[in-house]
Protein backbone atom coordinates (compact mmCIF):
# COMPACT_ATOMS: atom_id res chain seq x y z
CA UNK A 1 0.00 0.00 0.00
CA UNK A 2 0.98 4.02 -0.39
CA UNK A 3 -0.19 6.73 0.47
CA UNK A 4 -1.02 9.87 -1.64
CA UNK A 5 0.95 12.09 1.01
CA UNK A 6 -1.33 15.44 0.20
CA UNK A 7 -4.64 13.74 0.60
CA UNK A 8 -3.52 11.32 2.96
CA UNK A 9 -5.52 8.04 0.96
CA UNK A 10 -3.85 4.66 0.08
CA UNK A 11 -3.84 2.63 -2.77
CA UNK A 12 -2.58 -1.25 -3.71
CA UNK A 13 1.14 -0.85 -4.98
CA UNK A 14 4.62 -2.80 -4.81
CA UNK A 15 6.30 -2.95 -1.97
CA UNK A 16 7.89 0.63 -1.62
CA UNK A 17 6.55 2.74 1.19
CA UNK A 18 6.16 6.56 0.49
CA UNK A 19 7.51 9.09 3.34
CA UNK A 20 3.92 10.67 3.86
CA UNK A 21 4.19 14.53 4.33
CA UNK A 22 1.46 14.96 7.09
CA UNK A 23 0.88 11.40 9.26
CA UNK A 24 -2.11 9.16 9.89
CA UNK A 25 -3.73 9.97 13.12
CA UNK A 26 -5.68 7.04 14.51
CA UNK A 27 -7.06 7.74 17.80
CA UNK A 28 -8.68 5.13 20.10
CA UNK A 29 -11.03 6.66 22.46
CA UNK A 30 -13.85 5.04 25.07
CA UNK A 31 -14.88 7.08 28.02
CA UNK A 32 -15.63 3.72 29.67
CA UNK A 33 -12.11 1.96 31.24
CA UNK A 34 -10.65 -1.21 30.95
CA UNK A 35 -12.32 -1.77 27.33
CA UNK A 36 -8.94 -2.82 25.24
CA UNK A 37 -8.22 1.26 24.47
CA UNK A 38 -4.46 0.37 25.39
CA UNK A 39 -4.14 -3.04 23.61
CA UNK A 40 -5.43 -1.97 20.52
CA UNK A 41 -3.05 1.11 20.30
CA UNK A 42 -0.07 -1.08 20.92
CA UNK A 43 -0.91 -3.69 18.59
CA UNK A 44 -2.54 -1.59 15.68
CA UNK A 45 1.02 0.40 16.30
CA UNK A 46 2.75 -3.00 16.30
CA UNK A 47 1.49 -3.87 12.95
CA UNK A 48 1.70 -0.40 11.53
CA UNK A 49 5.85 -0.90 12.11
CA UNK A 50 5.76 -4.15 10.75
CA UNK A 51 4.41 -3.55 7.53
CA UNK A 52 6.71 -0.73 7.50
CA UNK A 53 5.07 2.23 8.25
CA UNK A 54 6.88 5.20 10.38
CA UNK A 55 4.76 4.82 13.37
CA UNK A 56 4.71 6.49 17.10
CA UNK A 57 1.99 6.31 19.87
CA UNK A 58 1.03 9.45 21.88
CA UNK A 59 0.05 8.45 24.94
CA UNK A 60 -2.39 10.78 26.75
CA UNK A 61 -3.44 8.88 29.84
CA UNK A 62 -2.33 9.30 33.11
CA UNK A 63 -2.18 5.70 33.98
CA UNK A 64 0.83 5.82 30.87
CA UNK A 65 0.38 2.04 30.12
CA UNK A 66 1.66 2.72 26.25
CA UNK A 67 4.82 4.38 28.39
CA UNK A 68 4.80 1.55 30.36
CA UNK A 69 4.61 -1.37 28.04
CA UNK A 70 7.81 1.35 25.85
CA UNK A 71 9.99 0.75 29.03
CA UNK A 72 9.21 -2.98 29.00
CA UNK A 73 10.72 -3.06 26.31
CA UNK A 74 8.12 -2.54 23.00
CA UNK A 75 10.01 -0.99 20.10
CA UNK A 76 7.89 1.91 19.31
CA UNK A 77 8.15 5.63 20.05
CA UNK A 78 5.73 6.36 22.84
CA UNK A 79 5.53 10.04 23.96
CA UNK A 80 3.33 11.16 26.57
CA UNK A 81 1.19 14.49 26.62
CA UNK A 82 -1.74 16.41 27.81
CA UNK A 83 -4.70 15.82 25.61
CA UNK A 84 -4.77 19.40 24.68
CA UNK A 85 -1.36 19.60 23.77
CA UNK A 86 -1.85 16.99 21.09
CA UNK A 87 -2.16 18.48 17.99
CA UNK A 88 0.69 20.58 18.88
CA UNK A 89 2.74 17.46 19.53
CA UNK A 90 1.14 16.01 15.80
CA UNK A 91 2.87 19.47 14.04
CA UNK A 92 5.92 18.69 15.22
CA UNK A 93 6.01 15.21 13.80
CA UNK A 94 4.99 16.62 10.20
CA UNK A 95 6.87 14.53 7.84
CA UNK A 96 8.54 12.19 10.46
CA UNK A 97 5.73 9.44 10.43
CA UNK A 98 3.33 7.97 8.64
CA UNK A 99 0.82 6.96 11.24
CA UNK A 100 -0.06 8.27 14.61
CA UNK A 101 -1.92 6.33 17.31
CA UNK A 102 -3.32 8.08 19.93
CA UNK A 103 -4.18 6.53 23.24
CA UNK A 104 -6.36 8.53 25.50
CA UNK A 105 -7.71 7.77 29.07
CA UNK A 106 -11.10 5.98 30.18
CA UNK A 107 -13.26 9.43 30.67
CA UNK A 108 -15.16 12.24 28.90
CA UNK A 109 -12.80 14.57 28.78
CA UNK A 110 -13.79 17.71 27.23
CA UNK A 111 -10.36 17.98 25.85
CA UNK A 112 -10.66 14.83 23.55
CA UNK A 113 -12.65 17.20 21.38
CA UNK A 114 -9.71 18.40 20.35
CA UNK A 115 -8.00 15.18 19.42
CA UNK A 116 -11.16 14.48 17.23
CA UNK A 117 -10.54 17.78 15.85
CA UNK A 118 -7.32 16.40 14.88
CA UNK A 119 -7.90 12.62 14.39
CA UNK A 120 -8.20 10.88 10.46
CA UNK A 121 -10.24 8.05 12.33
CA UNK A 122 -11.29 6.99 15.44
CA UNK A 123 -12.09 3.67 17.24
CA UNK A 124 -13.76 3.03 19.98
CA UNK A 125 -13.72 -0.14 21.48
CA UNK A 126 -15.72 -1.77 23.68
CA UNK A 127 -16.14 -4.73 25.00
CA UNK A 128 -19.59 -7.08 25.67
CA UNK A 129 -20.36 -6.06 28.56
CA UNK A 130 -23.98 -4.36 29.08
CA UNK A 131 -22.23 -1.70 30.99
CA UNK A 132 -20.12 -0.75 28.09
CA UNK A 133 -22.86 0.30 25.93
CA UNK A 134 -24.01 3.41 26.30
CA UNK A 135 -20.96 4.61 27.00
CA UNK A 136 -19.49 3.24 24.03
CA UNK A 137 -22.11 4.53 22.43
CA UNK A 138 -21.50 8.06 23.61
CA UNK A 139 -18.08 8.06 22.94
CA UNK A 140 -18.71 7.08 19.24
CA UNK A 141 -21.63 9.99 18.93
CA UNK A 142 -19.61 12.36 20.08
CA UNK A 143 -16.27 11.58 18.10
CA UNK A 144 -18.23 11.16 14.78
CA UNK A 145 -19.46 14.65 14.71
CA UNK A 146 -16.12 15.54 14.35
CA UNK A 147 -14.68 12.86 12.15
CA UNK A 148 -14.93 9.14 10.84
CA UNK A 149 -15.70 7.36 14.01
CA UNK A 150 -16.15 3.25 14.50
CA UNK A 151 -17.12 0.63 16.77
CA UNK A 152 -14.32 -2.39 17.83
CA UNK A 153 -15.81 -5.13 19.67
CA UNK A 154 -12.67 -6.17 22.51
CA UNK A 155 -12.18 -8.45 24.76
CA UNK A 156 -14.37 -11.04 22.65
CA UNK A 157 -14.86 -14.39 24.28
CA UNK A 158 -12.61 -17.04 22.29
CA UNK A 159 -14.48 -19.79 23.36
CA UNK A 160 -16.81 -20.67 20.63
CA UNK A 161 -16.91 -24.40 19.79
CA UNK A 162 -18.55 -27.71 21.45
CA UNK A 163 -20.69 -27.19 24.09
CA UNK A 164 -19.76 -23.54 25.45
CA UNK A 165 -21.58 -20.76 24.14
CA UNK A 166 -19.70 -18.10 22.26
CA UNK A 167 -21.10 -15.28 24.62
CA UNK A 168 -19.47 -12.33 23.11
CA UNK A 169 -20.60 -13.13 20.13
CA UNK A 170 -24.09 -13.04 20.84
CA UNK A 171 -24.02 -10.15 22.61
CA UNK A 172 -22.81 -8.51 19.36
CA UNK A 173 -24.79 -9.91 17.78
CA UNK A 174 -28.21 -9.25 19.47
CA UNK A 175 -26.74 -5.41 19.73
CA UNK A 176 -26.52 -4.80 15.84
CA UNK A 177 -29.85 -6.35 15.38
CA UNK A 178 -31.61 -3.96 17.22
CA UNK A 179 -29.78 -0.91 15.76
CA UNK A 180 -30.89 0.89 12.82
CA UNK A 181 -29.00 -0.10 9.41
CA UNK A 182 -27.21 3.43 9.18
CA UNK A 183 -26.03 2.81 12.74
CA UNK A 184 -24.68 -0.47 12.09
CA UNK A 185 -22.86 0.84 9.34
CA UNK A 186 -20.24 2.51 11.96
CA UNK A 187 -19.50 -0.80 13.12
CA UNK A 188 -16.17 -2.71 12.15
CA UNK A 189 -16.16 -5.94 10.79
CA UNK A 190 -13.26 -7.09 12.85
CA UNK A 191 -13.08 -8.25 16.19
CA UNK A 192 -10.23 -8.37 18.52
CA UNK A 193 -10.35 -11.73 20.68
CA UNK A 194 -9.16 -11.96 24.43
CA UNK A 195 -6.13 -14.40 24.45
CA UNK A 196 -3.57 -14.82 27.18
CA UNK A 197 -1.03 -15.46 24.86
CA UNK A 198 -1.25 -11.66 23.58
CA UNK A 199 -1.04 -10.76 27.39
CA UNK A 200 1.68 -12.71 27.50
CA UNK A 201 3.37 -10.92 25.15
CA UNK A 202 2.75 -7.23 25.94
CA UNK A 203 3.93 -7.79 29.59
CA UNK A 204 7.73 -8.28 28.48
CA UNK A 205 7.24 -5.38 25.33
CA UNK A 206 5.87 -7.63 22.75
CA UNK A 207 2.89 -7.11 20.78
CA UNK A 208 0.94 -9.67 18.27
CA UNK A 209 3.54 -8.83 15.97
CA UNK A 210 6.30 -10.88 18.29
CA UNK A 211 6.07 -14.28 19.52
CA UNK A 212 5.16 -17.44 17.96
CA UNK A 213 1.91 -18.13 20.18
CA UNK A 214 0.35 -15.05 19.00
CA UNK A 215 -0.91 -16.06 15.27
CA UNK A 216 -4.48 -15.88 15.88
CA UNK A 217 -4.25 -12.22 17.19
CA UNK A 218 -1.90 -11.37 14.58
CA UNK A 219 -4.01 -12.11 11.92
CA UNK A 220 -6.96 -10.10 13.88
CA UNK A 221 -5.09 -6.75 14.42
CA UNK A 222 -3.57 -7.39 10.71
CA UNK A 223 -7.36 -7.76 9.41
CA UNK A 224 -8.35 -4.67 11.71
CA UNK A 225 -5.40 -2.33 10.04
CA UNK A 226 -6.44 -3.69 6.89
CA UNK A 227 -9.96 -2.64 7.49
CA UNK A 228 -8.98 0.69 8.72
CA UNK A 229 -7.28 1.31 5.74
CA UNK A 230 -10.12 0.98 3.60
CA UNK A 231 -12.07 2.94 5.54
CA UNK A 232 -9.45 5.59 5.03
CA UNK A 233 -9.93 5.48 1.67
CA UNK A 234 -13.58 4.79 1.31
CA UNK A 235 -14.64 8.07 -0.72
CA UNK A 236 -11.41 8.71 -2.35
CA UNK A 237 -10.76 7.75 -6.12
CA UNK A 238 -7.51 6.84 -5.80
CA UNK A 239 -7.71 4.02 -3.53
N1 LIG B 1 -7.16 -8.85 23.26
C1 LIG B 1 -6.84 -9.03 24.55
N2 LIG B 1 -6.42 -10.23 24.99
C2 LIG B 1 -6.12 -10.41 26.30
N3 LIG B 1 -6.18 -9.46 27.23
C3 LIG B 1 -6.60 -8.24 26.85
C4 LIG B 1 -6.96 -7.95 25.49
N4 LIG B 1 -7.35 -6.65 25.44
C5 LIG B 1 -7.24 -6.17 26.67
N5 LIG B 1 -6.79 -7.10 27.52
C6 LIG B 1 -6.55 -6.95 28.97
O1 LIG B 1 -7.68 -6.27 29.52
C7 LIG B 1 -7.26 -5.27 30.42
C8 LIG B 1 -7.75 -3.91 29.94
O2 LIG B 1 -7.14 -3.66 28.69
P1 LIG B 1 -6.56 -2.21 28.33
O3 LIG B 1 -5.60 -1.75 29.38
O4 LIG B 1 -6.08 -2.28 26.94
O5 LIG B 1 -7.90 -1.36 28.42
P2 LIG B 1 -8.04 0.23 28.46
O6 LIG B 1 -9.36 0.52 27.82
O7 LIG B 1 -6.85 0.87 27.87
O8 LIG B 1 -8.10 0.51 30.02
P3 LIG B 1 -8.00 1.97 30.72
O9 LIG B 1 -9.35 2.61 30.52
O10 LIG B 1 -7.74 1.63 32.16
O11 LIG B 1 -6.92 2.72 30.06
C9 LIG B 1 -5.75 -5.36 30.52
O12 LIG B 1 -5.43 -6.18 31.62
C10 LIG B 1 -5.35 -6.06 29.23
O13 LIG B 1 -4.18 -6.82 29.36
MG1 LIG C 1 -5.53 2.29 28.64
Not at 134 to 149: E, G, M, N, V, W
Request: hydrophobic share 30%.
Amino acid sequence: MQFDSESKVMSESSQTHTKNVRPVVVSIQNQKGGVGKSTVTINLACTARALGWRTMIIDTDPQSTCIGWHRRGGDIDVESSEPSDVPDRLEAEYRKRDFIFVDTAGSGAAAHSRINDCSDIVIVPFSTSVDDRQPSLDTHFRARRKTRAYLLPCLVDPRSSGRRINASKTTIQTLLQRLSPEFRAFFLTSIITRRLPLTDQMASGGSCQSGYRNNESRSEFDRLFEELTQKLCEGKNEC
